[in-house]
């Protein structure tokens, strides 16, 4: 099974010159925990809910904040003919719960989950691998590291 199968398309995409109260709203608005941020009809970033608590809210900084200052610049994605299951193996192996999904001219087209993964395919084994790599201890909450995302 394809990634186009499983993925969600409708997507909204934040600018990086909006602010995070903006982003906070489309992501309850949507209810969603990750928005592309695009500019120039390009993926520029990525903006979670844990990246606005950790590198904003955790850091004293204001709502006001521009995205740009805290999404993460480093673009995972995949395509929308790549194989379900690859793509799941390397979700865990990225410790990413979603990914963006772009066509072969590298332009947005959706966002792919473990949760779609799962419900797509019937299978709960490698959705259910991946949330097994993304889970694993690794946070200083669990006495380790913390890792990047």
């Known amino acids: 099974m394809r990634v186009a199968d499983a993925m969600s398309r409708d ?3 934040a600018n990086p ?3 995070l109260i903006d982003a906070a709203k489309m992501m309850a608005e949507s209810d969603c ?4 941020v695009g500019e120039n009809d390009r993926l520029v ?9 950790v590198r904003a809210i955790a850091q004293g900084k204001s709502g006001d904040t521009r995205i740009r200052d805290v999404m ?3 673009v995972k994605y995949c395509f929308e003919e790549d194989d379900l299951d690859d793509v799941a193996r390397n979700m865990g192996d990225l410790q990413m719960r979603r990914l963006p999904v772009v066509n072969r001219d590298k332009r947005l ?6 949760g779609d993964i799962s419900i797509t395919s019937g299978e709960a084994q490698p959705a259910g691998e ?3 790599s993304i889970s694993a201890p690794g946070s200083q909450h669990a006495g380790g590291q913390a890792r990047p995302h």
């Open 11 to 13: 997507v909204r995409v």
């Open 33 to 36: 925990g990750v928005l592309p």
């Open 72 to 74: 993460s610049p480093d």
């Open 17 to 19: 010159d909006q602010s």
């Open 45 to 53: 970033g990525m903006l979670t809910d844990r990246d606005i608590v």
């Open 130 to 132: 991946a949330l097994s």
């Open 109 to 114: 087209t959706g966002i792919v989950s473990l």
